[in-house]
C-alpha cells in the first residue's frame, strides 16, 4: 500500500475507528442498555463498511436485519426487564486478566493472518458484481440453494423450540 | 464506491440540494399542521386555527415561536445520553429518509451540470432497502426516548411502540416485495418507470400502475404504512386517555418540537413511498399523447390564484387583504409562466404530478384522523400478524406465481 491518503481510505478509517470504539465501549459501558447501543452503533459502521466495498445490498441487510431487527429486540428485552446496571463480582472481576491476554492473543492471530495475504485483503474490495443483488441471489438461489433451505429449516426448528419452551413455563 | 466520492462541483450541488430540500420539508411539515388542523376542523364543523394571519395561515411560525421559548425542564434520573439523543436520533433518521425519494426524471440544466431533482444518486441500486433501513432504525428515537424518561407512561408507550413498529414493518416489507418482482429491481426510479410506457407496450396512463394488478399489496402497504408512523387509528403509542402522550410525555419545547417533525416528516416520506410504488411517482395519470392534460398544471393553478385575490380583498384584516390577493397574483403568474413557456411546463409535469399524488395521501391521512376511532391494542396486534401479514405473504406467492406463469407461457 502507497502512503496515499486517498478518500475512500479516509472514510475507511473513520468508519473502523467508530467500529472499533464501538466495540470497546460496548465491554466498558456498565448499562445493558449503553451497550446494545454501542452494538448499534458497531453494527451501522460495519455496513458503512460494507458500503465502501461496494456491497451495497448486504450494507442494506446489515442495517435492516442486525441494525433494526435483532437490536430492537435485544433493546425490547432490556427494557421489558427493567435491567440494571451491571453488578461486579469477584469473579467477573478476576476474568479481567485472562481476557485481556486472550484479546492479545486474538490480536496477533488476526494481524499475521492479514500480513500474510496482504494482497487477497485489497482485492477483496473490488469483488463488486458477486455483491450485486443479483449476484447474490443466484448464489442462494441456484448454486447454494441446498445449504440455504437447509439453514432455513434450521431456523424454523430453533423457533419451534422457543415456542415450545415459552408455552411449558406459561402452564 | 465511485458515487460516493463525486468531484467537487458535484459535492457543492449535493450540499446546496440537501439545504433546499431541508428548506422545503421543514416548511411543508409546518404547513402540514396546519392542513391537519383545518382539514379535521372542517370534519368536525369547526373553523381551525384562523386568528394568526390570514386563513390562519401564520399559525405554523407562531407555534414554532412558542416551541423554540418554552421552558425545557429535565426530569429528575432520567439516563441524559439516551434521553438526549432519542429526539435527534429520531429527527435525523426521518429527514435522512427523504434523501432516498426521487422527484422528478429530467435532469435540471444548471451552470453546465445535469441536476436531478432528489439527492440520492441515479444509480442507487438498494433504493428502497435504504429507505426500509432507515425506518428500521426509526424506531430507536421513540424506544430511548421511553425508556430513558424514567416514567411509567413513556415506558409502556415506548414498549408498545416498539413491538408496533416491529410488526408492522414485517407486514410493510412484504407488502411490497409485489411491486419489486414486477419491477426487477430495488431501484426507485426503475420501479416508477416499469409503470410508465415501455417497448411492446402501448401508453396507458393510469392503466399501467401498479395498483391495479398489486391492490392486495397496497392494501397491507396502507394500512402498514399509517402503523409504521404511528398515525391514528394506530396511534396506540401516544393514546392519550391510557399513556397521556407517550413515549414524549416528559419531553418540552424544542424537544418535542423534533418527535413533532419527526412524525410528520415520515408521513411525507411513506407517502412518497406509496406515490412511488402504487401510482406512478411522477407519471401522469394520463398517456403522453393526450397533450391537452399537459396544461393541467396551469388549470389547477390560475382559477385557484383568482379566486385566492377576488377572496382576498373581501377579508376582514387589512393583513389579509395584503396578503392573500398577492399570493394569489404569484400563484396566476406562475400557472401563466407554464402556458406562456413549453420548456418550463414540459419540466414541471413530473413534480407536479408527484406533489400532488404524494398531497392526495397526505389529504387520506388527515381524513382518517378525523373519521376513524383508535384500535385496542390486542387487536391492533392481532390485526397486523393473523391478517396484514398472510394477505401480504399470498400476495408476493400470487405475484411471483403470474410472473413465472408468464415466463413459462407467456405471449411472446
Known sequence: ?171 | MHFLFATRDELFITIAKIAILLFIVLTVNAYLTWFERKVVAHIQSRWGPHRVGPHGLLQPLADGVKFFFKEDPTPAGVDRLAYFLAPLLALALALTSIAIIPFGPEPLRLFGHDIYLGIAPLNLNIGILALFAITALGVYGVVLAGWASNSKYPLLGGLRSSAQMVSYELALTMSVVGVLLMAGSFNLRDIINAQGPMPGHPDRGMIGWNIWPQILGFFCFFIAAVAETNRVPFDLPEAEQELVAGFHTEYASFKFAMFFIAEYTSMITVSCLGTIMFFGGWLSPFPASWTLTHYLPSVVLIPFGLWLVLDGFRYETVLGRVVLPAVGTVITALGLVFIVFPHVNAFIQAPFWFLSKVLLFLFVYVWMRGTLPRFRYDQLMAFGWKLLLPVALVNVALTSFVIAAKLQWGAK
Not at chain 1, 58 to 76: H, K, P, R, S
Open chain 1, 1 to 171: 500500500m502507497g502512503g496515499e491518503m486517498t478518500e475512500p481510505l479516509l472514510v475507511f478509517f473513520v468508519l473502523a475507528a467508530l467500529a472499533v470504539i464501538g466495540a470497546v465501549s460496548l465491554i466498558l459501558q456498565k448499562h445493558p442498555i449503553h451497550s446494545a447501543l454501542s452494538l448499534i452503533v458497531v453494527m451501522v459502521a460495519l455496513a458503512g463498511l460494507y458500503l465502501l466495498m461496494g456491497a451495497e445490498f448486504v450494507a442494506a441487510v446489515q442495517i435492516i436485519v442486525y441494525g433494526g431487527a435483532i437490536m430492537v429486540l435485544f433493546v425490547f428485552v432490556i427494557m421489558l426487564l427493567n435491567a440494571g446496571a451491571e453488578e461486579r463480582t469477584s469473579l467477573s472481576k478476576m476474568a479481567g486478566p485472562p481476557g485481556l491476554l486472550l484479546v492479545a492473543a486474538l490480536a496477533a492471530f488476526v494481524a499475521a493472518t492479514i500480513a500474510r495475504s496482504g494482497s487477497s485483503v485489497q482485492a477483496a474490495a473490488q469483488t463488486g458484481a458477486l455483491s450485486s443483488t443479483k449476484g447474490i441471489s443466484e448464489m442462494i438461489f441456484r448454486d447454494f440453494v441446498y445449504p440455504f433451505e437447509l439453514t432455513s429449516i434450521l431456523i424454523l426448528v430453533a423457533i419451534l423450540g422457543a415456542t415450545v419452551l415459552a408455552q411449558r413455563e406459561k402452564s
